[in-house]
Each structure stands twice: as C-alpha cells, then as structure tokens.
C-alpha cells in the first residue's frame, strides 16, 4: 500500500520518468486532479502551482504547496487505513498506487518553455492545464504542443466557442508536426473543459426535490432519475437499469449524504440485481429514458420572448386604452343608427371629430348628429393624456430595457441563487433550461453573469446578502430553495443560517470546498433544522474525474454526483479491454465497478470521433439528425467483439481499472 507522502521542502528535485502526468493549476481544481490522477489512477504526477497562497481563499494561512501536501497527505493516511482495515487477501489487493512515488510538487508564477521543460513536458503523457484565467491556459497550451507535439492536452476554457476553435488548432498543429499519425491518437490529442459546464447540471440538480442528471451522447440524452423508495405495497419502477442506491439516510431531511467512508451506509454505484433486491428502504438512481437531443432549444427567459404590450405598457393604461377605443365603437353604432350612415363613413366623420379634423354640424342636420359631434370631442379630449402617456411609458420601457428586473409581487416557488461568476452562470442557464423560475443575487454589479441575466430576464438583486434585506428582496420567504453558489465559503453558510432562520424548511444547497467545514455544517444545520434538506457539492470534486479521464484519452461522456460520490459514463473500444473482450454484456458487467449500458452499431470507419459532441445546428431545420447508431436495448447474451464501442457507466476506480496502461519498467544494469 501507499506510504507517508513526504515534507514537500525535503523532496529531491529529480527529473521526472517517462509517460507521467502533468497537472498546472492555481486553484482546488488542480489540486483534487493531481488527487485523482494519483490515487485513483496509480499515475505518476507533477503538479505545478504558483507561489504562495491561493488567490480564491487568501484568508487560509497555508500556501498553495501547503495545501497540496495537506490534501495528499489526508489522502495517502485514507487509502492506508482503508487497505489495512479491507483485510484483502491474495495478490490482488485492487491498490492502482502499488509502487507509484508521491506527487512532485513545483512552483512557478508561470507555465513558460523552462517551468515546463523542467516538469518534462518532452517526455510526459498527458499534460492539464487548469488554470482560472483562460488566456494563460491558451498560452501554455501553445507552448506546450510545440515543445512535444504527442503531448495529450486537457484544456479548462470557460468560453465554449473558443474552446472548440482551439481544440482544432491544436490538433491541427500536431497533425503539421507528425505526418501520418493515426486519426484516433489525432482526436483524443486535445480535449477542451469547462469545470462551470461540467458541475452546473450537479449543481443544478442539488435544488430541485426529484430532478434528473443529464448525459449527452451522439446527440442522444441519457436521463439518470433519482427515485425516493417505493412505499409498502408498491414496486419501484427499475427504469433502464439500476445505476445506485442510495444511502439509508439520504432520504430522512436530517440524515448526511453518504461518502466512501460510510460504510454500509454509503450508496451503492453500479448494484447487481440481488443488491437491488435486498435494498429496502433506499431510493435508488436509474436511467430512466434516453431521447434526442434538441439542439436548437436556447436557455428560455422568464416573463417571455421580444417585448409584449404587458411589459411596455402598464396595466391602467391598457385598460385606458380600451376604455376609449369601446367609446369610439360606441359612437360609430350610434352614428349608423341615427343617421343611417354606411358603416365606414360613419367612422371617417366620427375620427374626424375625435380628432378636432371635421366641419361643426350643419344646423339643419339631425340632432342626434349634433349630440356625437360633442361626444366624440370629448373623447378626443380624454385621447390626448392618454397618449402622452404611452409615449412616456414607452420611452421609460426603452430605457430600463437595459437595466435589471427586479423581483415581480407574487413571486413564489422559485430558486434563490446567490453568486454570477462562472459557476452560477452556467448553473443560471441551466435552470432557466429547465424553466425553473430564478432571482438572482449578486454583489457586483459588473460580474460576469449580469449581462446573461438582463438578457434573460432573470429578475436579479445587486447587494451584499449578508446584509440585512437582501434576501428579503429576493423573496425568500416564497421559494423553494437556496443556491449558494459565492465562491467564499463563510457566506454561503452565513446566508444559508440566516434563509434558514426566515423559513426553516428551506432547502439549501451551498458550495463548499472544505469537507471538514461542510461536515460541521451538516452537524449544525442538521440539529437546528432536523426537517429541512441541506446539500453541499463542490465544484472541483465534481469536475476533477471529468479531467482525470480525459487525461487517460478522450472517453468521458459525463459525470453525475450520487450524493458525494461520482459516477462517469464513457465510451470505450472494446479491443485491448479484456474484461470486455470475448465476454457477454452480463459476463463484462462487473456490479461497483463498471456496467455495459449501450453498443455503437456504427461501421469503425463511420464512427463519430466524439460522441460528447453535440449534432451540427441547422437554423433552417430542413436537415434531418442522422440516426444514432447506439444501441440500448441490448440482450444480456450479446458478446462483446474487439470492433465494438460500449458506452459504460463506471464507477472512478473501476474506470481507472479498465483505462489503466501497462508500464513498462526498464531493467536495471
């Protein structure tokens, strides 16, 4: 098993070997990669942090390598006592960290062409570039494909439409540099990730009682459902396939979500049928449909589409408005039947006197036609104020257009997301997708979301809540629950204590990164409010498995949270597999570590690269989408051939399992 990782000043600045891992970062994310890469992986890992604290947690006294050590040493202490208490027995004691040395640490201000010889970029595998700021992620993985064009690339972009144009750059400039090389290695070379993307339907999910997790593959959307346990007497609807259980205490408002180290308590990814059977009590993860994706349906905006007359106009113009348009009606009948006018001469004459245009009525003339003329003046004279006013309304809509809704009277039912950087952005989008109704609050008016919230319509608050009356302004005594999204910790729980303390059956969802602060927090909130569900996710735990698998080649189609633990769904070549190879779909099926769900039925030669990727837009919407060539329905006796592409859901040790690659170790002279 592991040993102690060792004080990171004593650690020798050798060169690193051949086919390690590099990870640069300057925030959690890079630091649960390396996590993930290290101990579930067994990679050889160099992890390369800027100098000094963390920018995003200033408050914490450790420096970015302090942390780094703190977290690997949390981590190698958890996998000893997990293997000395498994009681494991045989050769195989299922370690991926058997003779792997500790990760090596460096620190840089920047990922320039000596930082990045230095780590071995010539030599390495795979090398993550994680950082915040998406320009020096670009700047470095220029550098890097043409320090090694071989070099597998894992970009963090948060802009998606750049992504893809680097992605082909990328890949481009490796095809330039190494003529022939093989179209698959060619595809997965470069891969480009959002964390933001990656977390926000997890993150999404956490708000809505019985929401489902989304996975996209070949256009396709798989929906993984999360059931309560049926009730006496009833059967639970098994779905597709069983993909979990959950805990035990999942579903009590005052239990704890379960983790690795819960033990019997803890969810079950991946069960056998006899698991599933056994399970009473627990609610349970299925996959319950799979259907086209619609590439065309945009994130919706809350109060409609354009500009209608409701948000132009108010309401007592409106109805001003019809007022003196059912008068005119009124004494255009009244003109035919009194004069035996046509119809249409009866309203020219009528618009003329409600506009002050027509001739004063002949003396002679009927009085009934006397009597219209001063009634349609009159009306004329009520015309005039009331079109004064539209046009001043007109011109007040014209210009708040461009400022922000505020929260609408009667409001309820709705999410409160506090935070608009990039994890509440892309957790507002996907909400609105959902057309779930949100009110925004954040504390910088010039933040990166506000834009997409006034486009959107998204009624939105800008203050600080942990002042008094902002999340009163935001009507939360009428939702129906709490995103705490900030990327400071102590204000997501001061504004969950004090939403808790105005409607305590609120639930709560907050983004923590500490797990002994979210443990605390549980406790907490847990006694103080034992009838209320509380939930904390955080967004580097979320996305690092994401990462890890991309790193391993470009298999990943996505990842669901199953309380604090993570399921990933891949797509795998059945070929150099064997525990797929020349086996049955029940055979390869192995119950906590990885599961058969679908088969590409495509030729090898007509595959699409990247069954991640999203079908090609078409506006006009003549094209037909070509149909999927994945296969769901798949009869248990099926054997599995080295041509076939599976896509599986597999836990992240039963991925690193299947992924892991034969090392090769030189003998000693």
């Not at 593959?217 to 639970?236: K, S």
């Not at 629950?481 to 204000?491: E, P, W």
Request: hydrophobic content about 45%; proline content about 8%; aromatic content about 4%.
């Amino acid at each position: 098993m592991l040993g102690f990782v060792p004080p990171l000043p004593q650690q020798p600045g050798r060169p690193p070997s051949a086919g390690h891992m590099i990870v640069c970062g300057d925030d959690a994310l890079a630091r649960r990669l390396a996590v993930e890469l290290r101990y579930v992986y067994g990679e050889r890992v160099t992890l390369l942090l800027p100098p000094g604290r963390d920018a995003n947690s200033p408050e914490t006294p450790l420096t970015q390598r302090g942390r780094a050590a703190a977290l690997f040493g949390r981590m190698s202490a958890a996998m000893n006592r997990a293997g000395n208490g498994s009681g494991a027995t045989g050769g195989d004691s299922g370690d991926t960290n058997a003779g792997v040395e500790a990760v090596r640490i460096m620190e840089a201000p920047e990922p320039s062409d000596d930082v990045l010889e230095e780590a071995g970029v010539d030599r390495a595998a795979a090398l993550a570039l994680v950082y915040d700021d998406d320009e020096r992620n670009i700047r470095a993985a220029l550098t890097a494909r043409r320090l090694n064009p071989r070099l597998r690339l894992v970009i963090r972009l948060y802009n998606r439409k750049l992504g893809l144009h680097l992605e082909e750059l990328l890949d481009q400039a490796a095809a330039v540099a190494m003529p022939g090389i093989d179209p698959a290695l060619l595809d997965a070379s470069t891969t480009v990730l959002s964390d933001a993307d990656t977390a926000a339907p997890a993150l999404a999910a956490t708000a809505l009682t019985g929401s489902s997790k989304i996975i996209q593959a070949e256009g396709l959307l798989l929906r993984a459902a999360e059931r309560p346990p049926p009730r006496p007497g009833e059967t639970a609807d098994p779905g597709l396939c069983t993909l979990a259980l959950l805990s035990s205490t999942t579903n009590d408002p005052a239990g704890a979500e379960g983790s690795d180290s819960s033990g019997d308590e803890a969810p079950q990814l991946l069960p056998d049928e006899s698991a599933v059977a056994a399970a009473t009590g627990r609610g349970t993860v299925v996959l319950e449909a799979v259907s086209r994706a619609d590439t065309a349906r945009p994130a919706t905006r809350m109060g409609g589409r354009g500009a209608p007359l409701s948000q132009v106009f108010s309401r007592r113009l409106r109805w001003s408005a019809l007022g003196v348009a059912a008068s005119v009606f009124a004494l255009v009948i009244a003109s035919v039947v009194t004069t035996n006018d046509s119809v249409v001469h009866s309203t020219y004459l009528t618009l003329l006197d409600l506009l002050a245009m027509g001739d004063p009525a002949e003396e002679d003339g009927p009085d009934a036609r006397q009597i219209i003329q001063l009634l349609s003046g009159v009306a004329g004279l009520l015309l005039l104020p009331l079109l004064v006013a539209a046009v001043l309304e007109a011109f007040g809509t014209l210009r708040t257009a461009s400022s922000l809704r505020r929260p609408p009277r009667g409001l309820s039912g709705h999410v409160v997301l506090l935070g608009l950087g990039k994890i509440g952005t892309r957790v507002l989008v996907r909400l609105r997708e959902l057309d779930v109704p949100v009110v925004v609050v954040e504390e910088d008016p010039d933040a990166r979301g506000i834009p997409l919230a006034r486009s959107m319509h998204v009624p939105t608050v800008i203050g600080d809540v942990t002042q008094e009356g902002v999340l009163e302004a935001a009507k939360i005594r009428r939702a129906r629950a709490l995103l705490a999204l900030t990327s400071i910790d102590t204000t997501n729980l001061e504004a969950a204590l004090y939403a808790r303390s105005v409607k305590p059956d609120l639930r709560v969802a907050l983004r923590l990164y500490d797990d002994e602060f979210a443990t605390a927090v549980y406790r907490t909130l847990r006694t103080a409010h034992p009838g209320a569900l509380t939930r904390s996710r955080s967004v580097s735990h979320l996305a690092a498995p994401a990462f890890a698998g991309a790193m391993m080649g470009r298999q990943i189609l996505g990842a669901i949270p199953v309380e604090r633990k993570v399921m990933l769904f891949a797509a795998l070549e059945v070929a150099g597999h064997p525990q797929l190879e020349g086996r049955t779909v029940e055979q390869a099926f192995r119950a906590g570590a990885w599961r058969v769900l679908a088969i590409d039925a495509t030729p090898p030669g007509d595959r699409t690269p990247d069954l991640a990727a999203p079908l090609p837009f078409d506006p006009e919407g003549d094209v037909a989408p070509p149909p999927s060539g994945l296969l769901w329905d798949l009869h248990p006796g099926y054997v599995l051939r080295a041509t076939d592409r599976v896509v599986i859901a597999a836990t992240r040790r039963g991925l690193a399992e299947l992924l892991r690659r034969q090392r090769s170790v030189a003998p000693r002279r």
